[in-house]
């Protein structure tokens, strides 16, 4: 991975993180991974965990813990708690909408 696409992962991922920020806590951190897990292709959630893990890549901390949590579970798992938790989760798939 190049480190303008390390870049272009880590914006994105804290814009995502940005997003959900309003709600509480542990909501906006399972909000984000959902999205994550949505949306975002097998490599780019590979690539985007191996900066949350490295701890100097520039994402927020909202952003790195969405990251991690999503790392440690399956994005069913993730849209399991976030919809007990009265959420909405988005529906999972194999593809994507990034690019």
Do not use: C, K
């Amino acid at each position: 991975m190049t480190a303008d696409t390390a870049e272009r992962l880590v914006y994105m991922a804290n814009q995502i993180a940005a997003f959900f920020a309003s709600q509480r806590h542990e909501r906006a951190v399972l909000g984000a991974a959902d999205h994550l897990a949505a949306f975002w292709t097998p490599a780019m959630r590979e690539a985007i965990l191996a900066e949350a893990r490295e701890g100097e890549s520039g994402l927020s901390a909202l952003a790195r813990e969405s990251v991690l949590f999503l790392g440690e579970r399956s994005g069913a798992a993730v849209s399991r708690q976030l919809e007990s938790e009265g959420g909405i989760s988005m529906p999972q798939s194999e593809t994507s909408d990034a690019g």
